[in-house]
């Protein structure tokens, strides 16, 4: 028997909507595994004509933390995580999902990058996208964690909007 499980934290869900003044010359957007399982990432983001690419997938085991893509450079930002299927202290297998809110395309089965995402490319799911934090000024700079509980958002900002 296998069930799934959504959980995102609300407070940090609420924070990542804020508006801030990020600063562009460090912008990233860096994701962190303290699950205890692997967790695939994916991200989707606006392009300058107001289409997405949705694109997936980076591999984080337990503890680690990278970058989805240096070269991205954005206001804001939408992501899901998914963990490996593993076995629950109950003995069933579990798998964990973070993302609510707006629907991308995604492809579970391998690597993707799909343009105009908001719909159904080719063989592409849609599915739940959490939306990170919204930069009012430069590129956004955000940290998500997945934790067993939630995603939680960290926000970085530069000195002087402190």
Same mark, same amino acid.
């Given at each position: 028997?296998?069930?799934?499980?959504?959980?995102? %934290?609300?407070?940090?869900? #609420?924070?990542?909507?804020?508006?801030?003044?990020? %600063?562009?010359?460090? @912008?990233? +957007?860096?994701?962190?595994?303290?699950?205890?399982?692997?967790?695939?990432?994916?991200?989707?983001?606006?392009?300058?004509?107001?289409?997405?690419?949705?694109?997936?997938?980076?591999?984080?085991?337990?503890?680690?933390?990278?970058?989805? =893509?240096? @070269?991205?450079?954005?206001?804001?930002?939408?992501?899901?995580?998914?963990?490996?299927? !593993?076995?629950?202290?109950?003995?069933?297998?579990?798998?964990?999902?973070?993302?609510?809110?707006?629907?991308?395309?995604?492809?579970?089965?391998?690597?993707?990058? !799909?343009?105009?995402?908001?719909?159904?490319?080719?063989?592409?799911?849609?599915?739940?996208? #959490?939306?990170?934090?919204? &930069?009012?000024? =430069? =590129?956004? &700079? @955000?940290?998500? +964690?997945?934790?067993?509980? &939630?995603?939680? +958002?960290?926000?970085?900002?530069?000195? @002087?909007?402190?």
């Amino acid at each position: 028997m296998s069930s799934s499980i959504l959980r995102i %934290s609300i407070g940090a869900l #609420t924070a990542a909507v804020c508006l801030l003044g990020a %600063s562009g010359a460090g @912008a990233e +957007i860096i994701f962190c595994n303290s699950f205890g399982h692997v967790v695939n990432v994916a991200i989707a983001y606006p392009q300058s004509d107001g289409s997405f690419i949705s694109r997936g997938w980076l591999s984080l085991s337990d503890g680690a933390c990278a970058p989805f =893509d240096t @070269a991205i450079h954005v206001k804001t930002f939408y992501f899901r995580g998914e963990s490996v299927q !593993y076995r629950g202290t109950d003995g069933h297998m579990k798998r964990v999902y973070w993302g609510k809110g707006d629907k991308f395309a995604m492809w579970e089965k391998d690597n993707y990058q !799909y343009y105009n995402a908001r719909q159904r490319v080719y063989n592409s799911t849609l599915m739940e996208f #959490t939306q990170g934090p919204i &930069s009012g000024g =430069d =590129d956004v &700079s @955000a940290k998500v +964690i997945f934790t067993p509980d &939630s995603a939680i +958002i960290e926000i970085a900002t530069s000195p @002087a909007a402190q």
